[in-house]
């Protein structure tokens, strides 16, 4: 199985790679059209603003490419951090500005007077769809993001974390799963995620 780190210039794709590189999954880095096509797996990851993720990916032409893979082709597809939020129906950092649209919800500031942001470092997940991410339950995670994905259908929401109040941690759809925490800088607990996720599609 061969998995296609998509890189649109937003960063954190050597990180995800060493991780797969680590659990001995076959992975290119890449925005080829055709690299993405021949891929058994997708995987978006991303670090930053919400309205440049959207426009480097338009940049690089690859919306309609994932677009086809990923929702009509159904092949497996992870993201990570801004990964997870792109694909949100639309985002709010510092101007309003439509997403992918694969997962309905709006990517908002968070606001918590009491706490610091970003919300940085470890925290622990809740696990409120039982799948992927059943043996890393309440497991510490890493984060790093100022703003969350609140999404519309709670029956999209796979995992919580508690920064406050409750924050979407993790989500998934079918063939498509997200996570606004970064696995592949979690340590044992983002390479059990990892090697989860791989072992159901093998």
Known sequence: MKTAIIDYGMGNVASVQKALDFLKIKNIITSNH?????????????VGAFKQGMDNLIAYNLIPVLNE????KEKPFMGFCLGMQ???????EFIHCNGLGWIEGTVKK??????????????????TKQGFLSP???KNFYF?????????????????VNYGKDYVAA????????????????Q???????????????
């Open 144 to 160: 790093i993001h100022s703003f969350h994905f609140d999404v519309s259908d709670k029956e999209n929401i796979a995992a919580t």
């Open 110 to 127: 968070i606001i918590e007077p009491q706490k610091r942001i970003p919300h940085l470092g470890w925290n622990d997940i809740s696990v």
């Open 188 to 202: 044992n607990a983002g390479l059990t995620l990892l090697s989860s996720i791989y072992k159901y599609y093998a």
């Open 69 to 72: 893979q990923v929702l009509v």
């Open 136 to 138: 890393v339950d309440q």
């Open 171 to 186: 989500i998934q759809n079918k063939n498509i799963f997200a996570t606004q925490f970064h696995p592949e800088k979690s």
């Open 34 to 46: 055709k690299e993405i096509i021949d891929a058994d797996f997708i995987i978006l990851p991303g």
């Open 86 to 92: 792109l694909l949100a129906s639309s985002g709010t």
